[in-house]
């Protein structure tokens, strides 16, 4: 199917477009970025301007094609597909890896990717959410309204992060985070809950959840269905910084 591209709409030399997106009025998508299909991008949106650094090349990549050097260029943008992309939301160049956003997300207005950010499937970004640099924000996170992510925050699968909040470390897998600076308050039953979980269930996993034990060694996340047992695998499997 077509791409449904506004006649004001900027899209720069370096920008590579799957099938069926919609891209609004105004909005600018410069390169090197790709972008996969049935994405819907709203007015006055902007994607693939370079990373917030003082010490990096500001290009103006809408008059001219990208020149292979991601010292010069950035290091890309990749959108993948089936995302809600709002109005004015911004998404910038990676400075050292590709700033990438998987599939399925929805990104309310105002909110801002920052360079070398990942990411992933299934995030909620609420209004004017912004993340610093270098985050990484697995599946299906929800950050809440005007949420502030410091540079280098990893936001765990199923994490809810309450709106206003300003993060500073860590929010662990299926967790809720509130407050300035955020804490966490409990577990995120709820989403636990839809994805097919019972009370007894979401118990056992409670200790791992706030970090004060490892997972059950009875193969709890074994049985857990498919999609939630490899999230729960790969973030227990996470490297972790010590220091």
Not at 80 to 104: M, P
Not at 193 to 201: F, H, I, P, Q, V
Request: proline share 6%.
């Amino acid at each position: 199917m077509v791409n449904r591209i506004h006649p004001t709409a900027v899209i720069g030399e370096g920008v590579e477009l799957g099938e069926d997106n919609v891209i609004g009025p105004f909005t600018v998508i410069v390169g090197p970025t790709r972008i996969g299909d049935g994405n819907w991008i709203g007015p006055h949106v902007t994607i693939g301007t370079p990373g917030e650094d003082r010490g990096r090349e500001h290009p103006a990549a809408w008059e001219a094609a990208p020149n292979g050097d991601p010292d010069h260029d950035g290091h890309g943008v990749v959108i993948g597909s089936r995302n809600r992309i709002r109005e004015y939301v911004s998404v910038h160049q990676g400075t050292w890896r590709t700033t990438t956003i998987g599939d399925g997300g929805y990104f309310l207005r105002g909110s801002h990717i920052a360079h070398d950010c990942l990411v992933e499937d299934a995030v909620t970004v609420a209004s004017n959410v912004i993340t610093g640099g270098h985050c990484h924000i697995w599946s299906g996170a929800n950050l809440g309204m005007g949420a502030i992510l410091h540079q280098r925050v990893v936001v765990g699968p199923g994490a809810m992060v309450g709106m206003s909040s300003a993060v500073r470390k860590e929010v662990g897998a299926f967790t809720i985070a509130v407050g300035n600076p955020a804490r966490v308050t409990g577990v995120n039953t709820v989403g636990l809950s839809r994805r097919g979980l019972d009370e007894a269930t979401i118990e056992a996993l409670g200790p791992w959840l706030k970090g004060k034990a490892g997972l059950p060694e009875d193969g709890l996340a074994d049985r857990l269905p498919g999609d939630l047992s490899t999230l729960v695998k790969a973030w227990d499997a996470r490297p972790r910084d010590d220091h």
